[in-house]
């Protein structure tokens, strides 16, 4: 498509439970970029790609969440030991480069509910 | 550090009435501002952007927004409402050369925008 694709697009897990979030970008995009959007709140940053590497993930909250992006296009977003707390939309976002004027396009988001 | 404020948790505005969503900024070197309309249950769709040049710059579905860089604002504008523009709308900035930030937008809290017939 020629989208941001990001699977699944709702999940609900057991607290405790591992999940995977995985996203495609707009093809030849080399940035990627994870954030989370709570209820009534703007999107806050998690972690950004450029190729294969993280630039930067000073947004991940804990060691439960990590990401990759191996092949530098399609990304995973993966949260262990979910908590209750986690419970938000997971949105995934490409730009053509990490330069300040870029255009940043998001997905739909995949929507995680923890119980 | 990087900052956005939208002091308006929410903006109400009868259909064909001009409307104004604000936005304040705080960031390193030259700012780079977007703004970005999210529908309900839906994901972010761009709206426009403010690199450099012309303070007024326009982008879709009629809106426009006015860079003034002496109150570190980014106001977001329509001439004319529409009921169809209702919405959350998030401004959001970026940190230009020399900022140490380069790559991640920072977002605001959203205003949501109830338009009236």
């Known amino acids: 498509g020629a989208g941001v694709s990001q699977t699944p697009s709702n999940k609900v897990t057991e607290k405790g439970k591992y999940v995977e979030l995985r996203c495609d970008p707009i093809?030849?995009?080399?940035?990627l970029y994870w954030y989370r959007q709570s209820l009534g709140q703007g999107p806050e940053f998690l972690i950004y790609?450029?190729?294969?590497?993280?630039?930067?993930d000073s947004g991940l909250p804990n060691d439960r969440f990590f990401a990759v992006r191996p092949e530098g296009s399609v990304s995973t977003l993966k949260i262990q030991r979910t908590e209750r707390g986690d419970s938000a939309v997971y949105l995934c976002?490409?730009?053509?480069?990490?330069?300040?004027?870029?255009?940043?396009?998001f997905g739909e988001g995949s929507w995680l509910t923890v119980v | 550090a990087q900052s956005v404020a939208q002091p308006e948790d929410q903006v109400n505005v009868a259909e064909g009435n001009p409307l104004t969503v604000k936005c304040t900024y705080s960031?390193?070197?030259?700012?780079?501002l977007f703004w970005y309309v999210q529908y309900p249950n839906r994901g972010l769709q761009f709206l426009l952007k403010?690199?450099?040049?012309?303070?007024l710059v326009k982008g879709s579905y009629g809106f426009e927004a006015e860079f003034n860089k002496s109150q570190t604002s980014f106001h977001l504008k329509k001439p004319s409402a529409l009921v169809s523009d209702s919405a959350l709308y998030f401004c959001?900035?970026?940190?230009?050369?020399?900022?140490?930030?380069?790559?991640?937008?920072?977002f605001g809290q959203g205003t949501t925008l109830q338009v009236k017939p």
């Open positions: 976002a490409s730009s053509p480069g990490t330069s300040s004027g870029n255009t940043i396009y």
């Open positions: 093809s030849g995009h080399t940035a």
């Open positions: 790609f450029q190729g294969t590497g993280a630039a930067d």
């Open positions: 960031v390193s070197g030259n700012p780079y």
């Open positions: 403010y690199i450099t040049g012309d303070n």
């Open positions: 959001a900035v970026r940190g230009g050369q020399g900022s140490g930030n380069t790559g991640k937008l920072i």
